[in-house]
């Protein structure tokens, strides 16, 4: 079974930066894409951004477009997402998710992390 970790959240200031972390346990063919998607209290699950293992596509929802940037290390099996000028519409608790294909909605992927908690202050 494959196990997705996340790691780096924490509580900054606007305008701050953080880099979240998702290490993958493995890889495999159902997992060829991997995402990163936020939830705040009372809302559902958005799509924040996507990329291939290769690092060759990825994909940004326009609200973090020109701030955040996702990428990979295959080496280390694992996804990056550095998000700088951090607002506090960003709060939330971000999730890693892989799935096969390169979509933005939450059924097209079968793995997920826990969660790591993302609190920006104004």
């Known amino acids: 079974q494959v196990q997705l970790v996340e790691s780096g959240g924490g509580l900054v200031q606007a305008g701050a930066s953080l880099r979240l972390s998702c290490a993958a346990s493995a890889r495999t063919f159902g997992m060829l894409n991997m995402a990163w998607f936020r939830q705040a209290p009372g809302k559902e699950r958005d799509f924040v951004a996507r990329i291939n293992w290769g690092g060759t596509s990825t994909f940004y929802a326009d609200s973090v477009k020109g701030r955040f940037t996702i990428s990979v290390d295959n080496a280390k099996n694992t996804v990056y997402l550095q998000m700088d000028n951090l607002k506090p519409e960003d709060t939330a608790v971000y999730y890693c998710?892989?799935?096969?294909?390169?979509?933005?909605?939450?059924?097209?992927?079968?793995?997920w992390g826990q969660g790591t908690q993302v609190t920006v202050s104004s």
């Open positions: 998710a892989g799935g096969p294909a390169a979509r933005i909605v939450t059924s097209a992927y079968n793995y």
